[in-house]
């Protein structure tokens, strides 16, 4: 559905992005993983078709952002960071104004009112934007992005500013918009991504330093994988059935916690244990009282990735010969709308 290829944003001698490639299939929700100033809001602005690439090519929906950029959008649904709010409109003009500048040639009240339900807004509909909560301002924002019923969705921080609870249900929300829309989703909130994407692709300075599954970036990751078991029975005995286990190479007694042992499972290369442990315990009846693998936080995999992408940059910039300045590049007037 979308295909970013060699895409770089130059400006001077800095470089915004530099030779980014990636794709999103169909049905996919995509997490574009970054610190602030990483270059997420340019790649998402030039997929988009607010700003022009200095080199590289976008397609949407088999459409090149650049060469038909009214096709390529209309597949596009988009939701900025700041969203476009009309705050001395109420709810309902600013759809109504929004379905007209994007010329839609469906029922006009009968597809804003589905929107409106589908995103919760419909008791705040004849309220102006101006005295809706932070929550319900994102909310009209990404009904906006919804008219049309766009196959893409390009959501740029959407949960910004919000309290937990509107963080929370901003999240559901994307979740429930994931079953119909292609969607990428981007944050510096690795919390946020890890509950929503299945899939991830994590920028670093305008690069790409990993692309895949929390999980897969986890466990390449975490150096020897294991479990941490606290279980309330005979010690032996319990060492003896751990060992019995399908898949389990080894096992480490840790001491005695709460009353229990706590010991450390090593599970075989590719094998998931956690099944067979929990029937092999509730048939010996012995508690199960803690169970945690030391798999890497998304967070703890961001931290090293970055840290090992900026060591790389500073024994390079060492190595290279200093070169000419690059042309300027002015970013004036190479925004245009949707």
């Not at 649904?77 to 010329?103: A, C, H, R």
């Not at 309220?127 to 319900?136: C, F, T, V």
Request: aromatic residues 6%; charged residues 25%.
């Amino acid at each position: 559905m979308i295909e970013v290829k060699e895409l770089t944003k130059r400006y001077g001698v800095k470089y915004a992005v530099e030779d980014v490639s990636f794709s999103v299939g169909e049905g996919e929700v995509l997490g574009l993983l970054g610190p602030n100033g990483a270059g997420k809001s340019t790649i998402m602005n030039i997929i988009t078709g607010y700003l022009s690439a200095t080199a590289g090519t976008v397609t949407v929906g088999g459409y090149d952002i650049l060469e038909h950029p009214a096709k390529a959008k209309s597949h596009i649904g988009y939701l900025p960071e700041q969203p476009p709010l009309y705050l001395d409109m109420t709810v309902e003009e600013y759809l109504n104004f929004s379905f007209q500048l994007k010329k839609l040639r469906l029922n006009k009240g009968e597809h804003t009112t589905e929107v409106c339900q589908k995103v919760g807004i419909e008791e705040v509909r004849g309220r102006r934007i101006g005295n809706l909560s932070r929550g319900y301002r994102q909310r009209v924002g990404l009904a906006q992005a919804l008219l049309g019923s766009p196959p893409v969705l390009i959501l740029d921080e959407p949960t910004v500013g919000l309290d937990p609870l509107q963080i929370t249900d901003i999240r559901n929300l994307i979740k429930d918009l994931g079953r119909q829309h292609t969607i990428i989703l981007s944050s510096h909130i690795l919390p946020e991504v890890q509950a929503v994407c299945p899939r991830v692709v994590m920028i670093h300075q305008g690069h790409i330093i990993a692309d895949g599954s929390p999980h897969s970036l986890a466990s390449s990751m975490s150096e020897g994988r294991r479990l941490y078991a606290r279980i309330d029975g005979p010690k032996e005995q319990v060492r003896s059935l751990l060992q019995q286990i399908s898949g389990v190479e080894g096992v480490e007694e840790l001491g005695p916690r709460e009353g229990a042992f706590e010991w450390a499972i090593l599970p075989k290369e590719g094998a998931d244990v956690r099944r067979p442990l929990f029937f092999a315990l509730s048939r010996k009846r012995w508690p199960l009282l803690f169970l945690q693998d030391n798999e890497m936080s998304l967070e703890e995999v961001f931290l090293a990735l970055t840290a090992r992408a900026e060591e790389q940059a500073r024994l390079a910039a060492e190595e290279e010969p200093p070169g000419e300045d690059l042309e300027d590049e002015s970013p004036q007037a190479e925004e245009e709308s949707l």
